[in-house]
């Protein structure tokens, strides 16, 4: 679950907030192991620089961001609540065709904000949003009538739709300050069932060294880059000839000519296995 990538970068000093979490960055095994890709716009909690709003996908960005209210790590829960339940409905929750219609679709659906929450806008921001028609919003078993849910399951029998909405109702909260943390979410019933002690607090990767992508490299010295990546792989999580009869060493060559060449050649150094490695570690 997200949530357990969510709690696993917490562990890091600082944290990091992934910023772009939508479907088309999650990928999912055969055996339902979930990875987060692409940390391209993730930055780190805390930074001293202005976290600008123009990050996340539209229909997965938090109304703070859209907002210009400056955010913090649960932006992401809102991203989370967002593709869930695109995931039960069957489409975007929220489809804006910019940032003005986006606002507008969350507001025509959850209702208007709080005169607390108008009250931490910027003075344009505010007058803008407290001139839009108020809206009374819908309630979470309209949003997600049970219809859209299966009628039992078959692996876990106690979860319930109702427990579902409960979750999305945390999570899709316009003030961020009343949004549920990744701390909560780990214990809602609808995910504790999945809860695994030892992932959430398994120990955080070790610091990723940058210095070999910030150097030049020629063909032959990636090539031995990947193949060294590749055999401490291995050694480091027992998977022998796991390349479908191949050795490592036909894999590690094999990818070396078909793919090093061109980074190499196009001066792509930040593409080398190592750090793609590392971030599949870190996800």
């Not at 620089?49 to 790590?73: H, N, S």
């Not at 030892?198 to 150097?215: C, F, I, L, Q, T």
């Amino acid at each position: 679950m997200s949530f357990h990538y969510q709690n696993k970068i917490k562990k890091f000093n600082p944290i990091i907030i992934g910023r772009d979490l939508k479907p088309s960055n999650i990928v999912v095994k055969s055996d339902c192991t979930l990875k987060i890709l692409d940390f391209g716009l993730a930055r780190t909690a805390g930074t001293t620089f202005m976290m600008t709003p123009y990050v996340v996908t539209r229909y997965y960005r938090a109304p703070e961001v859209i907002l210009g209210m400056g955010y913090k790590e649960n932006v992401d829960i809102w991203s989370v609540g967002c593709i869930m339940g695109e995931m039960i409905r069957g489409g975007v929750l929220f489809p804006g065709t910019d940032h003005i219609d986006q606002w507008n679709k969350i507001i025509e659906q959850l209702g208007t904000p709080s005169q607390g929450f108008m009250q931490r806008l910027q003075p344009t921001v505010r007058n803008y949003v407290e001139n839009r028609p108020r809206y009374p919003g819908y309630s979470f078993d309209r949003l997600f009538p049970d219809v859209l849910f299966p009628t039992d399951s078959s692996e876990h029998n106690k979860l319930k739709a109702s427990q579902a909405r409960d979750l999305l109702s945390r999570m899709l909260v316009i003030d961020p300050e009343k949004r549920i943390s990744v701390d909560e979410a780990l214990l809602h019933p609808y995910i504790c069932v999945w809860y695994d002690e030892g992932e959430v607090n398994a120990p955080a990767p070790g610091p990723y060294d940058h210095s070999v992508d910030e150097r030049e490299h020629t063909v032959e010295q990636w090539k031995e880059l990947i193949y060294q990546e590749v055999m401490e792989y291995e050694m480091t999580h027992n998977t022998l000839n796991s390349t479908g009869g191949r050795t490592a060493q036909q894999a590690a060559a094999d990818n070396g000519d078909e793919h090093v060449e061109a980074a190499a050649g196009g001066g792509a150094t930040q593409g080398s296995s190592s750090q793609a490695q590392q971030g599949s570690t870190r996800r």
